[in-house]
Each structure stands twice: as C-alpha cells, then as structure tokens.
C-alpha cells in the first residue's frame, strides 16, 4: 500500500516549472530515495508535499487522503513531518527545548489518546525518551543550548524534533549535507532503524546518492523538474550507465 502518491503535479515560480507533471509514490513502511542535481527539483517536492508550496495542478494524496491544497500544520497533524535543508532549529534554545517544540502539533488521531491515557506531559517524554535512545550525544546534551553542538549532532536534533510529533511520513531534505562520512553512516543507520523497527514511511531528498540508495527500498531521480528514473534502489545502484549520467558516480 502506498502512503504518499502524487500525479501529474506541477509547481511554477514565475514562468519556471520548479516540478513539471510529477508522478510517484511512496510505499507505506518504506524509504524512497529521491535523487538528482542541484535545481531538478527536490527541495520543491518536499516543500510541496508538506503545504509549503502549492501545485498549480496535480493531486497529492496521503493514506488516500488529499492533502495539495491544505495548510502546513493540518498536514502535519495527519502524521507528515518536514526536516528542511538546514535544520532550522532555534540555536538559543536548549537541545530539550528544541525537542519540545517538534511535540507542540500531533496527529488528530495521537491527540485524541493522549486525552484518555493521561497528561500529555507523560507522552511528550515518552517522545523524548525514543529520541535520547536513538541519539544518545543529544541525551548527552540535553541542557546544552543548540549554538553548542556540531553539525551532525544539529543534524540529529531536527530529525529527532521531527519525531517528537510522533509522524508516520518523515520528509528529511539533504540530512547528509555538510557532515562528515561517519556521521553520515550513523544517520543513514537511524533512517533504517526507523523504517524496520517503528514503521516509518521516509521520503529522502538527497545528494550523496550512494548513500541514499544503500539504505533505500526504491529511488526516484529528478531531472529539471521531472522524474526520469522510478525504480527499485539497488536496480539504480547496480546501473553503471545510469548513474554515471545522472547521479555521478
């Protein structure tokens, strides 16, 4: 079953088609890679299935549920989170801090328990607690303001803000950029463990493709604005034609 589907979707800025009639999906419990240069659009892809960016035509569906069109947070209320290029967190704020924040908007559906299991103070640390397992340093860390930590650990924060709304869809764009191979290793290894022990539906956008499509089921590449390859990761990864033309190695 697919969690994500998106046909014939087209994103302008201006008179540039940013996305022009793109069509995937993304399966439900599974990491789809999405590949390509700089400017094929992957950025905008994510930012348009989150709210960010509107389509002028196409549809986006979630769990069979048409969210093009509907704004960010109630996207994120039905289980999407975003981690943008960057990171974005509030580099004032504690790592704790930070981590509340990504709990402010949950799904309808976790809200709703919350008010028949107990105070969602107990829930929220629950959320925390599964972040601290997954990211030990940010356990570590946790009182440290976020100016304090290094660029993988940064990295590790807005990933783990992301989780504390309790998503099911994680959107992640370029978490490799910038971060040194061993950390990249260790993100890559979170991603897995999110998809074959939580459940996680993953839509990652990346550069560093050979490390994309080690730990992809499937792999989508974007050339200016529209898919060109939508196949199996490790068909992509073993196409030395292929990627030597549009991945570059």
């Given at each position: 079953?697919?969690?994500?589907?998106?046909?014939d979707v087209t994103v302008r800025y201006g008179a540039v088609r940013a996305l022009n009639g793109v069509t995937?999906?993304?399966?439900?419990?599974?990491?789809?890679?999405?590949?390509?240069?700089?400017?094929?659009?992957?950025?905008?892809?994510?930012?348009?299935?989150?709210?960010?960016?509107?389509?002028?035509?196409?549809?986006?569906?979630?769990?069979?549920?048409?969210?093009?069109?509907?704004?960010?947070?109630?996207?994120?209320?039905?289980?999407?989170?975003?981690?943008p290029e960057g990171r974005g967190i509030i580099t004032e704020l504690t790592v704790e801090e930070n981590l509340?924040?990504?709990?402010?908007?949950?799904?309808?559906?976790?809200?709703?328990?919350?008010?028949?299991?107990?105070?969602?103070?107990?829930?929220?640390?629950?959320?925390?607690?599964?972040?601290?397992?997954?990211?030990?340093?940010?356990?570590?860390?946790?009182?440290?303001?976020?100016?304090?930590?290094?660029?993988?650990?940064?990295?590790?924060?807005?990933?783990?803000?992301?989780?504390?709304?309790?998503?099911?869809?994680?959107?992640?764009?370029?978490?490799?950029?910038?971060?040194?191979?061993?950390?990249?290793?260790?993100?890559?290894?979170?991603?897995?463990?999110?998809?074959?022990?939580?459940?996680?539906?993953?839509?990652?956008?990346?550069?560093?493709?050979?490390?994309?499509?080690?730990?992809?089921?499937?792999?989508?590449?974007?050339?200016?604005?529209?898919?060109?390859?939508d196949d199996e990761a490790h068909r992509i990864a073993g196409d030395d034609q292929l990627r030597h033309a549009?991945?570059?190695?």
């Amino acid at each position: 079953m697919n969690a994500l589907e998106l046909r014939d979707v087209t994103v302008r800025y201006g008179a540039v088609r940013a996305l022009n009639g793109v069509t995937l999906t993304a399966a439900k419990g599974a990491i789809t890679a999405v590949l390509g240069a700089n400017g094929a659009g992957k950025s905008t892809l994510l930012r348009t299935v989150s709210g960010l960016v509107r389509p002028v035509s196409g549809s986006i569906a979630y769990d069979g549920r048409v969210i093009a069109g509907r704004r960010v947070e109630d996207i994120t209320r039905m289980g999407l989170a975003h981690v943008p290029e960057g990171r974005g967190i509030i580099t004032e704020l504690t790592v704790e801090e930070n981590l509340r924040l990504g709990a402010l908007i949950r799904p309808r559906e976790e809200r709703g328990r919350s008010a028949a299991m107990g105070p969602r103070a107990a829930e929220r640390s629950e959320a925390m607690d599964s972040v601290f397992e997954l990211f030990p340093v940010l356990y570590e860390r946790r009182r440290h303001t976020a100016a304090t930590l290094s660029g993988g650990e940064r990295q590790m924060l807005a990933i783990g803000r992301a989780l504390m709304s309790r998503p099911s869809l994680l959107l992640l764009d370029e978490p490799s950029l910038g971060l040194a191979p061993r950390v990249v290793a260790q993100i890559m290894a979170v991603l897995r463990r999110l998809r074959d022990e939580g459940g996680h539906t993953v839509l990652l956008v990346e550069q560093n493709a050979r490390s994309a499509l080690s730990i992809a089921d499937r792999a989508v590449v974007l050339n200016l604005g529209e898919v060109v390859i939508d196949d199996e990761a490790h068909r992509i990864a073993g196409d030395d034609q292929l990627r030597h033309a549009y991945l570059g190695f």
